[in-house]
């Protein structure tokens, strides 16, 4: 049976399917951007909107991605294909080692303890640690993605890749949402002494949420960096791990459309204000202060209940 | 090994000074109900939660089966098969009521790591038997009709059920309730009696805290009575109710009451 969720969802999909054929190439790149940013907001949203932990240095993951890919491609003459591993896997990695000794704190603390992770992190891009990271200005001439000769070169590539890791992403998340995993890290967002009290391993849900968020950050950091060819440290600093915290919040915590609203929100619609110069920071926001007041569970809040059919028989 | 299931051995609890839980001995028979009364701050709750993990008594030892658990963390304690209620519900109030209770099918769940990100036909399998043992749950506790309705929707009794439910569907071996009957009217309680008797006959071992003494009194098949911490009576029901230290105590707590 379809509801409408999901009419929605697949118009959703056809509409961003075709997006190419119809815009010029300032909208297509913004357009790619949405889309990563749509997966970085959803891999906050792991470890925000369904562990419930107060996360602000998701920037960190996503620009240790985007750092990986442009120093084995850059500095080491990698292909970018083959970056793609590492740069999953070393945003995971670091997320495990940082994380497992704070994973304790309560929200706030916590909270400040990853914004100084991050900080830390743009500090060490900055002063070109090994000579690799090529300090504040970054590193230039990031390669494309070839496979078997074929180059993925065109904005309208970079598009369709994008595209791709969004739906990998959701179809993860979906997955995620429907196991003992996403339910568990639930269930200790919602009352952490009763989960807990359930056989629940608090910091193992915890810990898996961060690792599988940065993972998932960290790849869509490689297909940024291919984008533009090039990285720099300010677009992975603590104001944008602000923007993905915010773009859950707004969006809706733990909704899968709500976090793609919230996406479009804080990227999109600034974007289409463009020529208000700085003043089109002022819907960014608007848009949070009012949501906070008026829709405080965000634009497209969560809805739980979504138990197999057999179980609703005897719903009144 | 001993026919007790659980044998807790001089335990002490503090907090900044205050004793909670004084030199406190008892032991629990498998399959038996156990009940504890006492007056209210007693200290009921907080050899509740020493047991299950949430705080840990600076003496004393807890053995479940002969082994030591003081201080294990909770989620090893509930993995154990000592599963609890709390006095003060603590429902996922947001979640449906089905999805209330799949929380206590987590630990018997067999689904690996990668089964976060990738299912596999035995997930699907795993997933599936899980959400069948949640309905024959609803079915027995009469939540059928409420599956979808998120927890903190519904009425202080039937939230109280989904919280047996949520214990049971865990499959422990030792049930911990903290005050089951609070807040519920007779006939509610009536069905509680007869759901916990039921229980029982699973070959669920039960450890109460009530203070509706004919509940308890019916139910119990052995008593400890605490005041200020420690012990001041045990027995079958029959010695317990009739026991003068015990009578003394509760009139001296009404007491306190009525000057406040
Ligand atoms: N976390 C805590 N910190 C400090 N004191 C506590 C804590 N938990 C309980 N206490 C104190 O320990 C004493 C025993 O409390 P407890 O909740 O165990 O009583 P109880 O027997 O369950 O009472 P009731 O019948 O009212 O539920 C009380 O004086 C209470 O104030
Ligand atoms: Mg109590």
Redesign the pocket.
Known sequence: MMNKTSLIAIALLVFMGFFPLFVDSAWLAVGTTFLVFSVVALSQDIILGRAGVFHMGHAMFFGLGAYTTAILNVNFGLPILATWAPAVLVPMLVAFVMVAPIIHLRGDYLLVATIGFNIIFIQVLENDIFGLTGGPNGLFGIDVVRVLGFDFSSQTHMYYMAFILLGITLFIMRNLDKSKFGRAMFYIHKDEIAAQSMGINVRYFKLYAFILGAGIAGAAGSMFSVQYSAVSPEAFNVTQSIMFFTIVLVGGSASLPGVLIGTFVMFVLPEMFREFETARYLVFGVAMILTMILRPRGIWPVRFGNIPDFLKKGVK | MSEYILEISHVSKY??G?V??NDLSMKVKKGQIYGII????????????CITGI?RPEIGQILWKGKDIKGSNPYKIAELGILRTF?TIRLFAEMSVAENIMSGRHIKSKQRWYNGVIPTPAYVRDEKANWEKVGELMDFFNLTEYATIPAGDLSYGIQRRIEMARALAAEPELLIL??PAAGLNENETLELTQTIRKIQEMGVTIMM?E?DMEMVMSLSEYITV?NF?AKISEGVPSFVQDDPVVIEAYIGSDEEDEDE
């Open positions: 907090f900044q205050l909670a839980i006492g007056p209210n701050g007693a200290g009921k709750t907080t050899l509740f939660n705080y006095q903290d005050e805290i203070h605490i911490g």
